[in-house]
């Protein structure tokens, strides 16, 4: 399965923290910024991506908590970073228990 198959499918199968913020950023009432959910870029697939303020949202589950998939995030975030990206992150815990925090934090981020 190729990157972009993949990125179709991971749209299919949203965790529901994705879903949670997704119904957030898809509103275009949010500075009037465009976002994308699963977006591929070079081998990754990033969870949301706004192209216009070069801004990337990642949710992460306890799975990223393992050493191997620290190693893996900081190697995607130096590549991603040197496409010009800016990476945030929460955790999932983060969407299910302070979601207004999540919120402040990305529009702190896209008015920079």
């Not at 910024?33 to 699963?38: A, V």
Request: glycine letters at 4%; hydrophobic letters at 30%; aromatic letters at 12%.
């Amino acid at each position: 399965m190729n990157t972009t198959q993949k990125a179709r499918t991971l749209r299919k199968n949203m965790t529901k923290q994705e879903r949670i913020l997704w119904q957030f950023l898809r509103k275009k009432s949010i500075y009037g910024l465009k976002f994308r959910r699963q977006y591929p870029i070079g081998n990754y697939i990033v969870d949301f991506i706004c192209n216009a303020k070069k801004l990337i949202i990642e949710i992460d589950g306890g799975q990223h908590n393992e050493d191997k998939n620290i190693i893996y995030d900081k190697e995607r975030t130096k590549y991603l970073e040197t496409k010009g990206y800016k990476v945030i992150r929460f955790w999932n815990h983060d969407i299910d228990n302070n979601i207004e925090s999540v919120y402040r934090e990305i529009l702190k981020h896209l008015v920079d």
